[in-house]
């Protein structure tokens, strides 16, 4: 070997055990999804409308300048099958690409390597040949489309139409109508897997991903107040029998308790927890309650398919960005300040969510390029341990210099009386507590009796709705089933799913006009459970304070795998404010470890500052909406 080959191979194997023990890049594990995935997908850039060349130009930047550093998917988020023509948006009618057998495929004049009935195989090759893994987006169940054509369903065991019982089924035998996508009514509909043909279609669209060599599938319309749990065991299932590793990823998540999460986080890999985050600094806070929740369940890294589970934040909606719902690409800068960009990194660190860059890396600007490739907060996500909030803080104005407090320790918070109705796993105890009051012979109502600390509380009530004289047919269909009336709003029902996609600061659990709609069906059952006839899942009540935050400090910490502890300090606040912790306080939450006066050194990552060894407590100002990024070596 020549001596220059040789100085290059020693390079080489240099440079990759740095970036695996510097956690540049994941450790290769035989486990699915043994680390939070890393990459990029288009949605906060390019909405619906990518194309194949955009696509390829991204994933080439990527391989250069992100790979290196542990973002391997790139993904092509949703209606990749639709045309871009005038009329077409997020739910028109008519506008997808299918194949005969009802299933979408890529639009050839975006993607024309698709021609010929090659779908996604040659932009899958273009980007396992760069080293990294290719992604797409889908929907739930089957198009309107292709129940409108009534296609007929592959069966791929025999390699044409599905017969059974004497006659071949279509679209129509297996499209459930009235569980539409809330959010594209007119695009996707629920399929039946209770029939044996409702699952040889779902198994058909998932053989042909994993021939087109897909990687990773972002399955929409299935989780949160949307919840399919037949379909998503299904397509685990048939994940499970393929011949390559899929990483099958959940999306959206609004309402998702970790109650909900129980019953499906074996499934799979990823599965949103919020719903669509943007970049605003009301979405970057609204994730600090649900991240502590599942912290505090236990389910950051629990058991997932064919290895582990993540809970995700969604996407990073930083650099050039477009606005959501636009037939067009990016346009605009992140609205979010330097500050708040890293407050919301921090989090997600710290949260061991999935990091999915969703800016346009055509135009990624230095700053954010330093921000999501921050040595220390890739070590945190990828390799941290024991990651949870940490209450023991005080957080005092800066302005005021009079040590006023802003966030209270744990000892000194209070409650909350105003309430807020949400969904849960039916499974969960406190999901059975309604019941049936009279108010005349006539009128019924349904209350709440779980009880949210104030024993002298009027219960939350509802009205029972009765049919209408035109609502027969309808009345049949929902035999048993009611709709639920606001006591202040009498022509609103409990609508269990938004008809859009709600940002994570907004709640969909909401009135809105009574209509013939599955979403609005609620069924009381004999253990006092108020079950969703569109999801499943059962209505539950819980404080106003455990669903926002509109203020304060926040604080998370973690250990480091050489030992070291990380703490992050969060202003929530609008003004600049000094947070603090005692050492003391932080044995209680750093298993195995006494941080002792004088033992500990600590610098702060976003300032670089060199904080020396520490006395007894621990202090930083932090800017209005930032954070502190610590690392202890104790």
């Avoid at 699952?199 to 299935?222: M, N, P, T």
């Avoid at 397509?235 to 129980?262: C, F, H, N, Q």
């Amino acid at each position: 070997m020549k001596i220059f080959e040789f100085i290059a191979l020693c390079f080489f194997f240099s440079l990759s055990f740095y970036m695996v023990f510097s956690g540049s890049v994941p450790v290769t594990e035989s486990e699915q999804a043994s680390l939070p995935p890393r990459g990029w997908n288009s949605y906060d850039s390019f909405c619906w409308t990518i194309s194949e060349e955009e696509f390829l130009q991204s994933a080439e930047i990527i391989s250069n300048r992100l790979r290196p550093h542990g973002y391997e998917y790139v993904v092509v988020d949703y209606l990749w099958y639709r045309r871009k023509v005038p009329g077409a948006y997020v739910d028109s009618l008519g506008f997808d690409v299918i194949d005969e057998w009802g299933r979408v495929i890529p639009d050839p004049d975006r993607w024309p390597s698709s021609r010929g009935g090659k779908g996604f195989s040659e932009v899958a090759k273009k980007v396992h040949a760069i080293g990294l893994k290719f992604g797409i987006h889908v929907m739930k169940g089957i198009s309107t489309q292709a129940v409108n054509a009534n296609t007929p369903i592959l069966d791929t065991s025999k390699g044409g139409a599905y017969e059974k019982s004497g006659r071949q089924w279509r679209a129509q035998d297996i499209g459930i109508k009235e569980k539409a996508c809330p959010w594209m009514p007119h695009g996707f509909m629920r399929v039946n897997t209770k029939l044996e043909a409702g699952r040889a279609f779902l198994r058909s669209l998932y053989k042909q991903y994993a021939a087109w060599g897909v990687d990773f599938v972002k399955h929409d319309c299935v989780f949160g107040d949307d919840l399919d749990i037949d379909e998503i065991s299904y397509v685990s299932e048939v994940l499970k029998e393929l011949d390559r590793p899929i990483v099958y990823s959940l999306s959206p998540g609004t309402s998702v308790t970790p109650a909900m999460a129980k019953d499906v986080h074996g499934l799979v890999n990823m599965y949103r927890i919020t719903g669509d985050d943007w970049d605003s600094w009301g979405d970057v806070v609204g994730h600090f309650n649900v991240t502590r929740d599942f912290s505090s369940a236990n389910m950051i890294g629990a058991k997932g398919l064919g290895g582990k589970s993540w809970p995700d934040l969604d996407m990073l909606p930083l650099g050039w960005l477009t606005d959501q719902g636009l037939n067009e690409g990016p346009h605009r800068t992140c609205n979010l300040t330097l500050d708040e960009q890293r407050t919301q990194i921090t989090l997600w660190a710290m949260a061991k969510s999935p990091l999915m860059f969703g800016g346009d890396v055509r135009k990624l600007d230095d700053t954010t390029y330093k921000l999501i490739t921050n040595p220390t907060v890739l070590e945190i996500n990828h390799f941290s341990s024991n990651n949870m909030e940490f209450p023991y803080i005080i957080g005092t104005k800066e302005t005021t210099r009079k040590n006023t407090v802003i966030s209270p320790h744990p000892s000194e918070v209070g409650t909350s009386n105003k309430r807020v109705l949400g969904l849960t796993s039916c499974k969960y105890s406190k999901a059975n507590s309604w019941s049936i009051e009279a108010l005349d012979q006539d009128l019924e109502k349904i209350c709440w009796k779980g009880g949210l600390g104030n024993e002298y509380e009027e219960p939350l009530c509802l009205h029972k709705r009765n049919f209408l004289d035109d609502e027969t047919i309808f009345k049949q269909q929902y035999q048993g089933k009611l709709r639920l009336l606001s006591t202040e709003e009498m022509e609103f029902c409990l609508d269990a799913s938004s008809k859009q996609k709600l940002t994570s600061r907004k709640y969909k659990n909401s009135f809105s006009v009574c209509s013939r709609d599955a979403n609005q069906m609620w069924e009381l059952n004999n253990n006092g459970a108020l079950m969703n006839s569109y999801s499943g899942l059962c209505a539950t009540v819980s404080s106003l304070e455990a669903n926002t935050v509109s203020g304060g400090v926040r604080s998370w910490i973690a250990t480091g795998r050489r030992g070291e502890i990380y703490v992050a300090f969060f202003n929530l606040n609008a003004k600049r404010t000094v947070i603090s912790a005692k050492l003391s306080d932080l044995t209680k939450a750093v298993h195995g470890k006494n941080v002792k006066t004088g033992t500990c050194k600590c610098r702060e990552v976003w300032t670089e500052k060199d904080m020396g060894v520490l006395k007894e407590t621990i202090s930083m100002e932090v800017e209005m909406h930032g954070s502190a990024l610590l690392v202890l070596n104790c």
